[in-house]
């Protein structure tokens, strides 16, 4: 059941919390720190046996933990970035096993959502997000579609996500604005709300030579501003600080960051064998500045080599102050149990 499609509570701070949290980077926990084998960098083959749904159950419970203490709203993004038709089938999914692990990943969300708060009166908000990727490679736009062909090949998932329940879409790690202009027409044609969350490289510019600016003006002219907001993800704050510090119009546009603790490029990431978790601190420190920057920041989290340290020291730096009498309870698997640790120790409950 969708409790927030019709009136998303990260674009009423008046009526919710003013801040929202989501996860960090999901793929790469899961490789480097839980020691899961993801083919094609696809955490959605983890849904396929108890196994790996307990462990992304886990996974997700941290975020809400998290919340929790900080009293902040969530948003859950479905671990399905790679679950689209191109990558499905490499990994021996046709059109139904698709559609089919797509409804699980939003049913598995939803059942933490109702298992942590009841439904009908949540004390915080809980987001169910159907999580979109690209169609070719996260970091480089070597074949491009138009953006019909961008619609044509999404409107399946998205199709699901809405029929599923999902609150809302969101297309992560976007290298050029045709294809995201085709998921924001599929969004539309579904009857969905959709972000749509560019990634920068080092000079601030998508993968594509585009700039920010060209490319959320772009998708907003080709789509009547269809994009509930736009996000930023897969890069270092210092690699699109000084983009947005201009304070034009379009930067009022970006409502979230899932940003990168580490500084390396795109093409050094893609070759690295061993995990660059940068400085948690560090990266909560620059969140509080880009916060000046950004005055409609509501969504923060982050993404390839950040986990839930990371996420914390964000909202240690940008929240110092956590309500009093709150503690965190972690779900300790598999008796149910719940221990009050740090949320900087390590939760490989395999």
């Given at each position: 059941?969708?409790?927030?499609?019709?009136?998303?509570?990260?674009?009423?701070?008046?009526?919710?919390?003013?801040?929202?949290?989501?996860?960090?980077?999901?793929?790469?926990?899961?490789?480097?720190?839980?020691?899961?084998?993801l083919?094609?960098?696809?955490?959605?083959?983890?849904?396929?046996?108890?196994?790996?749904t307990?462990?992304?159950?886990?996974?997700?419970?941290?975020?809400?933990?998290?919340?929790?203490?900080?009293?902040?709203?969530?948003?859950?993004?479905?671990?399905?970035?790679?679950?689209?038709?191109?990558?499905?089938?490499?990994?021996?999914?046709?059109?139904a096993?698709?559609?089919?692990?797509?409804?699980?990943?939003?049913?598995?969300?939803?059942?933490i959502?109702?298992?942590q708060?009841?439904?009908?009166q949540?004390?915080?908000?809980?987001?169910?997000?159907?999580?979109?990727?690209?169609?070719?490679?996260?970091?480089?736009?070597?074949?491009?579609?138009?953006?019909?062909?961008?619609?044509?090949?999404?409107?399946?998932?998205?199709?699901t996500?809405?029929?599923?329940?999902?609150?809302?879409?969101?297309?992560?790690?976007?290298?050029?604005?045709?294809?995201?202009?085709?998921?924001?027409?599929?969004?539309?044609?579904?009857?969905?709300?959709?972000?749509?969350?560019?990634?920068v490289?080092?000079?601030?510019?998508?993968?594509?030579?585009?700039?920010?600016?060209?490319?959320?003006?772009?998708?907003?002219s080709?789509?009547?501003?269809?994009?509930?907001?736009?996000?930023?993800?897969?890069?270092?704050?210092?690699?699109?600080?000084?983009?947005?510090?201009?304070?034009?119009?379009?930067?009022?546009?970006?409502?979230?960051?899932?940003?990168?603790?580490?500084?390396k490029?795109?093409?050094?990431?893609d070759?690295?064998?061993?995990?660059?978790?940068?400085?948690?601190?560090?990266?909560?420190?620059?969140?509080?500045?880009l916060?000046?920057?950004?005055?409609?920041?509501?969504?923060?989290?982050?993404?390839?080599?950040?986990?839930?340290?990371?996420?914390?020291?964000?909202?240690?730096?940008?929240?110092?102050?956590?309500?009093?009498?709150?503690?965190?309870?972690?779900p300790?698997?598999?008796?149910?149990?719940?221990?009050?640790?740090?949320?900087?120790?390590?939760?490989?409950?395999?």
């Amino acid at each position: 059941m969708t409790n927030y499609r019709y009136q998303l509570p990260q674009l009423e701070p008046q009526t919710s919390p003013e801040i929202f949290i989501t996860d960090g980077g999901l793929e790469t926990d899961l490789i480097f720190l839980q020691g899961f084998h993801l083919p094609e960098f696809a955490a959605f083959v983890l849904l396929k046996n108890p196994i790996g749904t307990a462990a992304l159950r886990r996974y997700f419970e941290k975020y809400v933990a998290i919340a929790d203490q900080y009293e902040v709203g969530l948003v859950l993004e479905s671990p399905t970035w790679r679950a689209s038709r191109d990558w499905g089938e490499r990994l021996g999914y046709n059109a139904a096993a698709l559609d089919e692990v797509n409804r699980q990943a939003i049913s598995l969300l939803q059942d933490i959502r109702d298992s942590q708060q009841p439904s009908e009166q949540p004390s915080l908000p809980m987001v169910i997000s159907g999580c979109i990727g690209p169609r070719g490679d996260g970091y480089s736009p070597d074949s491009q579609m138009d953006a019909q062909s961008a619609q044509h090949y999404h409107q399946p998932q998205v199709n699901t996500f809405e029929a599923a329940g999902a609150d809302m879409v969101s297309a992560i790690t976007m290298t050029y604005a045709e294809e995201a202009i085709g998921i924001a027409w599929a969004a539309q044609e579904a009857g969905i709300p959709v972000v749509i969350s560019f990634t920068v490289e080092t000079d601030g510019r998508l993968p594509s030579g585009q700039s920010l600016k060209a490319a959320i003006e772009q998708v907003d002219s080709a789509t009547n501003s269809a994009p509930a907001y736009y996000m930023i993800n897969c890069a270092h704050p210092t690699h699109f600080q000084s983009v947005i510090s201009a304070g034009e119009a379009w930067v009022d546009r970006i409502y979230g960051l899932r940003a990168n603790a580490s500084r390396k490029s795109h093409a050094e990431l893609d070759e690295a064998e061993t995990l660059d978790d940068g400085n948690p601190q560090e990266l909560g420190t620059q969140y509080v500045a880009l916060k000046a920057q950004l005055h409609n920041l509501t969504v923060l989290g982050g993404c390839c080599g950040t986990d839930a340290r990371h996420i914390e020291a964000i909202c240690e730096a940008c929240f110092p102050t956590i309500p009093e009498g709150r503690t965190v309870g972690v779900p300790c698997f598999p008796n149910g149990c719940v221990k009050e640790v740090s949320l900087f120790d390590s939760f490989l409950y395999l």
